[in-house]
């Protein structure tokens, strides 16, 4: 019988009893390669997806507290968030925008200043619930107090005009002065009150 002709005999797995064949080098390296990659990704990847999420969270801390800590108006929009609740549609044409916002218990406030178009006022006033029919000549709608938190001063010698648009609870009450001293680009003053 040839070594071709001879019938094959299944491999016989070794006995229990035996012990394991030495590992070579190389399979050795490997596993312990493969070992680091899956502790890295096991306990690397969360701890970095944590550091990074706590640098998020402590940067929007400080954004937060940052503008709780303001004393007076900020050089920006007020968010959607606070226009809508405040009732405050800042029209898309406006210009030297500022805001500052207070709050307590009893009584939240938003003041917002801007420059606009005499169309821009328009749309203000129509958004807000109001119209430019409604602002009265010579009258400044917003008290000295509210003026004094943001100071803002209403002098003699330009041409202020005033409205107080009231709304039922819990809808804000609006306060707008409006300086249009330059009638094609009004200076816009509005406290928005809210009372939750």
């Known amino acids: 019988m040839?070594?071709?002709e001879r019938p094959a005999v299944p491999r016989q797995?070794?006995?229990?009893?035996q012990p394991p064949a030495p590992e070579d080098r190389r399979h050795m390296i490997r596993r312990r390669w493969?070992?680091?990659?899956i502790i890295v990704l096991l306990i690397g990847v969360p701890a970095g997806y944590l550091a990074i999420s706590a640098?998020?969270?402590?940067?929007?801390?400080r954004d937060k507290e940052s503008e709780a800590s303001a004393t007076g108006l900020q050089n920006d929009w007020p968010s959607k968030t606070q226009r809508r609740i405040y009732d405050v549609?800042?029209?898309?044409?406006a210009t030297d925008v500022k805001y500052f916002e207070t709050n307590s218990w009893a009584v939240s406030k938003l003041y917002v200043q801007f420059r606009t178009t005499a169309a821009g006022l328009a749309e203000f006033l129509k958004d807000s619930g109001t119209s430019t029919a409604a602002l009265?000549?010579?009258?400044?709608?917003?008290?000295?107090?509210d003026a004094k938190t943001v100071g803002w001063s209403f002098p003699s010698g330009h041409d202020w005009a005033g409205t107080r648009h009231a709304q039922k609870d819990p809808l804000p009450t609006q306060d707008?002065?409006?300086d249009e001293s330059d009638p094609d680009n009004p200076a816009v003053f509005v406290v928005s009150t809210a009372t939750p």
Request: charged share 10%; glycine share 10%.
């Open 55 to 61: 640098g998020q969270s402590r940067d929007s801390g």
């Open 176 to 178: 707008i002065t409006v």
């Open 13 to 17: 797995s070794p006995s229990p009893d």
């Open 2 to 4: 040839t070594p071709a």
């Open 89 to 93: 549609p800042v029209p898309s044409s």
């Open 136 to 145: 009265r000549p010579g009258s400044v709608a917003i008290g000295a107090s």
């Open 34 to 37: 493969l070992t680091a990659v």
